[in-house]
């Protein structure tokens, strides 16, 4: 089963950029759509992006549209989740996951599995 590590969290100010990335070991993320979700303390997890196998489809949460940008590299087995314009809401813990099915696409996290241990994302005033 594929593992991915999550790096590039930290602390930045409101308005700042940060750049995450989700690393892959294990096994290929050539065929799976990948997910960035995020986790804020007593609060559900919840969607933030996915980009489809291929990477010629992207859809984000309407709190992030036209802030974040996700993106993958396959030959490296990466993908990367740029965040601009940093709010205070943003603080949360960061999660990338794979799909559970080859060639398949959505933005339910039940259909995610293989999900990284999280990086924490801490946005101040």
């Known amino acids: 089963q594929v593992q991915l590590v999550e790096s590039g969290g930290g602390l930045v100010q409101a308005g700042g950029s940060l750049r995450l990335s989700c690393a892959a070991s294990?096994?290929?993320?050539?065929?799976?759509?990948m997910g960035w979700f995020r986790q804020a303390p007593g609060k559900e997890r919840e969607f933030v992006a996915v980009?489809?196998?291929?990477?010629?489809?992207?859809a984000y949460s309407d709190s992030v549209k036209g802030r974040f940008t996700i993106s993958r590299d396959n030959a490296k087995n990466t993908v990367y989740l740029q965040m601009n314009s940093l709010k205070l809401e943003d603080t949360a813990v960061y999660y990338c996951?794979?799909?559970?099915?080859?060639?398949?696409?959505?933005?339910?996290?039940?259909?995610?599995?293989?999900w990284g241990q999280g990086t924490q994302v801490t946005v101040s005033s």
């Open positions: 996951a794979a799909h559970r099915r080859l060639f398949d696409y959505s933005t339910d996290s039940t259909d995610f599995a293989s």
């Open positions: 294990g096994g290929t993320l050539r065929a799976s759509s």
């Open positions: 980009i489809s196998w291929s990477g010629d489809r992207t």
